[in-house]
């Protein structure tokens, strides 16, 4: 059973920082992609992708964040990371970690103005 479990949300203010956790247990986690995805309020379906990363390492971000996000992922860790910089309230939302049809529970990110 694939458990994601993330972690490192909290309220900030706009400018500022947070860093993004998730766990993977239950797979091999090395040879997945992996991604982060948010869910904007009041948009109860809808995820958009925010940032993936392969294997092997190449990575690709949604336009919105690129220049500020950095997804990384340490596989002896089995652990998947997103530092987000310069945040802006738009940013705000439940981000959830991704690996093909597993979810974690996500992490409410609140940028405040």
């Known amino acids: 059973q694939v458990q994601l479990v993330e972690s490192g949300g909290g309220l900030v203010q706009a400018g500022g920082s947070l860093r993004l956790s998730c766990a993977a247990s239950?797979?091999?986690?090395?040879?997945?992609?992996m991604g982060w995805f948010r869910q904007a309020p009041g948009k109860q379906r809808e995820r958009e992708l925010v940032?993936?990363?392969?294997?092997?390492?190449?990575?690709n971000y949604a336009d919105s964040v690129k220049g500020r996000f950095t997804i990384s992922r340490d596989n002896a860790k089995n652990t998947l990371y997103l530092q987000m910089n310069s945040l802006k309230p738009e940013d705000t939302g439940v981000y959830y970690c991704?690996?093909?049809?597993?979810w974690g529970q996500g992490t409410q990110v609140t940028v405040s103005s």
């Open positions: 991704n690996q093909h049809h597993y």
């Open positions: 239950g797979s091999i986690f090395m040879i997945y992609t």
């Open positions: 940032a993936a990363i392969t294997s092997g390492g190449s990575t």
